[in-house]
């Protein structure tokens, strides 16, 4: 049996994107069903969060209170044990100074708790929230996409008839191949991550206990993420190249990375793994690292993991995924609203998305390209310099210029010196990598990975009064209330 009903938009996945996307269009008044497959809470990979979710877009889908009732973690930034470096050296997320103090900080979640405090929000909010709801495939004819066929909790196939379907089904789902793009994986961060979860681990010294600590070994890195007093997420992640350890004992292979990571070894000498409960099991994740050649057709857009993903290193998944759930609700808000047409504003949607992507991955680049004193296989199959990209050519020139102080640039590192103020250095920076790093973090390149991220925050935070100019060459700006986009002189 097949029933069928109407919607203005059908948001597939009740992660943060969806949650995201689906609130932001129920708060324009529109009709949205969301259709997730799991019933919540659920697991989910992703705990170390960014200031622009936190603040910017969880003020606009009204939740700070809740996530702050919520108790978790507060992160002020990351520390990280990269390079030749033996002593930590912290980022902090205080970049900007107007943006100091009250929101430069994020959150470290266990996504089952976050992912729900969303999820529930969005029903609060309007969202018909439809849970062990899977989404069996897409309706389109040969113009645009017209809905979906789901499968509810009682087995029953129904359709939905919407004129937007917005896809936020995450990293394993296939729904976004009815965009007709492909799915181009990285060369550069094709890396395994395998994960479980202690009891009883060592913090860092207040106060940085919350902060994410990154620490780099011979095989890669290790994330160690506080996520309470005493439950601490602990993953390893290494090159393909390693694959072949993690076919047999995974307790085994997890150990033995975290005895060659020094740090991680001794935060780990009194814990115990947990090996009970959602979190007794140790899980491996591949194949992250990608982006679809488009992220839109008539009718449908992708949003978060279902469009691209980087790599852990710098906690960029929400927020990436909760940034395209903020651009799909502007772009579908104002075609269903009428006030500009399709092309236009989902060119901006894929504009805004596609730059905020391509500056993470130039970032994160480079980041890994910090480790030239590194012997290991791992780092230097993992050189930027090995890229074809002409982008990233030209930013690791720009890196490197700065590195070696060419006159011309030091204007540009002069004016980003808040930025470069953001690395504290607590440990010696006086090594290669330690130097070049503090670099790195006053380039343009990088305030351009903050600027997005603080409009986010500074509309989050001034709500409607915030005004912003294009941020693409010809392209749109916000509505006076954030949800929807307009020319830039009607705000004027
Ligand atoms: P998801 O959170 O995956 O949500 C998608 C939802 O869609 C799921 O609930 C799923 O059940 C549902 N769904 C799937 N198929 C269907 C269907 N057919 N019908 C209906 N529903 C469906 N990000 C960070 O920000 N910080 C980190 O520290 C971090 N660490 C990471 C570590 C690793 C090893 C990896 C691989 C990723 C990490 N990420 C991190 C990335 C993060 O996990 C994702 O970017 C983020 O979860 C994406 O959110 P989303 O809403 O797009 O998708």
Redesign the pocket.
Known sequence: MSTTENADVVV???????STAATLLARRGHRVVL????TFP?Y??????LPSTVHGIARMLGVSEELERAGFTVKRGGSFRWGTNPVPWNFLFAVAPELSGPTSYAYQVERMKF?DILLRNAARHGVDVRQN???TDVLADEERVRGVRYAGPDGVEREIHARFVVD????R?R?HQHVKGERVYSEFFRNI?L?GYFEGGKRLPAPDSGNILCAAFDEGWIWYIPLSDTLTSV?AVISREHAARLQGDQEQALMGFIDRCAIVKDYLSDATRVTDGVYGELRT?KD?SYTNSTFHRPGMVL????AC?ID?VF???????TYAGLLAARSINTVLDGALPQERVFTEFEGRYRREYRVFYEFLSAFYDMQTTEESYFWKARKVTNLPSTDLEAFVTLVGGVHSGEQALTGLVASSEALAGAVERTGDMQTPSGERMHHLFGTPVVREVMQEMNNIQVRGVQGEQARELPLLEGGLVPSGDGLGWTEPEATR
């Open positions: 597939v996945g009740g992660g943060p994107g969806g259709l997730e497959k799991e659920r989910q990979i992703g705990e170390s969060l992912d709801s899977a989404v936020a089904s995450g990293n789902s729904i991550a994960f993953g994740r992250y949003v978060g993991d279902a993903f852990p906690s960029t998944g929400v927020h990436l995924a």
